[in-house]
């Protein structure tokens, strides 16, 4: 807004700048106090600077403010008056507000507030206060709240109407969520998913009763409790390594399996081999395995199965070796097998002989 310097000579008086804002029918307009903010006060309270902005839809009071606090732009619709009030000796400094037009809203007015750091508070009136809120009508108010903080509302010095028809309500609604109506008397529940919206809705009162609807909204944000936050984090922390740590086990499980589900040739069928006894007592070697019988004819049957070997179905009882005749200690001549040992241990007369091609190419 332009700053009154061709008026200087107007500044020794208090003055009252009135700006009269009309919109299209199917349109509302939006005055936006993003730099600074207002402070909205009671009718009969005064701005600390004396410099004070009123707003007014028609013959109904919105409200009165001041400079500097959480409200950053106040949307109306219809024909509306803007005014502010400066005291003698203070100028109207370029910028403090500007005035844009935007869609078209179902309510008296929309406040939009900011709930930041170092200004998680605010306090807020209701049209007309403290008289009675209109007859039948709707008001919005928006909070913006910083992400995983909680938001508590209080409804103060509350009178309500009596109602000829329909029920005096709020409305509280988180972007994304459903609705959640409840009533004036009672218990207003916490917001905890950030940004929200509240719309405060009067019934068709009796006219003739004195009281009407009006009230005092204070609404503080604060950080929200991030214990079942970790909680969940945890717990699904816990499950992941627990499924980590039965994956492994299974993946060692199986190699440990393979490792000794080998076949080998002289064991077809994977016959079980048992391990006996160890006797490792002190001062004794005596180390050995017992294992199970294995069918001699399967020693040598996977040379016969690969071709590996020449088989003979005759074969030749070798006529037996015998030494030289030895003499004994009396001098006597003992004939002693080939193939007899020291310790008396004979093979068989007659053996098996097998050829076994070694000119493979293999």
């Known amino acids: 807004m332009q700053s009154d310097v061709g008026f200087s000579n107007l500044l020794p008086f208090h003055r009252t700048f009135i700006w009269k804002i ?91 507030v900011t709930l930041e750091e170092g200004s998680l508070s605010s306090t807020l009136l209701t049209p007309n206060y403290p008289n009675s809120f209109p007859n039948n009508d709707l008001m919005e108010w928006y909070f913006q709240v910083p992400y995983n903080y909680k938001t508590a509302i209080k409804f103060l010095n509350l009178k309500q109407p009596t109602c000829l028809k329909d029920n005096t309500e709020v409305t509280y609604r988180n972007e994304g969520t459903s609705s959640q109506v409840v009533g004036l008397g009672d218990v207003q529940p916490e917001q905890k998913q950030g940004s929200f919206s509240l719309r405060l809705r009067n019934c068709q009162m009796d006219t003739k009763s004195p009281d009407g609807l009006s009230m005092k909204l204070t609404v503080t944000a604060s950080p929200g409790n991030h214990l079942y936050t970790i909680v969940g984090v945890l717990a699904a922390l816990v499950v992941i390594f627990i499924a980590v740590l039965l994956v492994v086990c299974i993946v060692i499980r199986k190699k440990t399996r393979d490792r000794h589900t080998g076949e080998s040739v002289y064991n077809p069928g994977n016959t079980n081999i048992q391990i006996g006894p160890r006797n490792n007592n002190e001062g004794s070697e005596d180390i050995y395995h017992i294992y199970t019988p294995i069918d001699e004819s399967l020693v040598y049957s996977h040379l016969l199965n690969n071709g590996d070997c020449d088989v003979y179905e005759s074969y030749e009882i070798l006529p037996r070796l015998e030494k030289k005749p030895t003499s004994d200690k009396g001098g006597n001549d003992i004939t002693v097998s080939l193939f007899q040992s020291e310790q008396e241990h004979m093979i068989p007369n007659s053996y098996v002989e097998f050829i076994v091609d070694n000119n493979t190419d293999d």
């Open 22 to 112: 009309e919109a299209d029918s199917q349109k509302s307009f939006q005055i936006n106090f993003a730099n600074t903010g207002l402070t909205q006060i009671a009718p009969s309270d005064s701005c600390t600077n004396k410099q004070t902005y009123t707003l007014r839809v028609a013959n109904i009071l919105l409200g009165k403010f001041c400079s500097h606090g959480t409200i950053r732009s106040v949307t109306i619709r219809g024909h509306e008056s803007f005014s502010l009030d400066l005291p003698a000796g203070q100028t109207l400094s370029r910028g403090q507000f500007n005035v844009s037009v935007v869609e078209k809203i179902t309510t008296l007015a929309k406040i939009s």
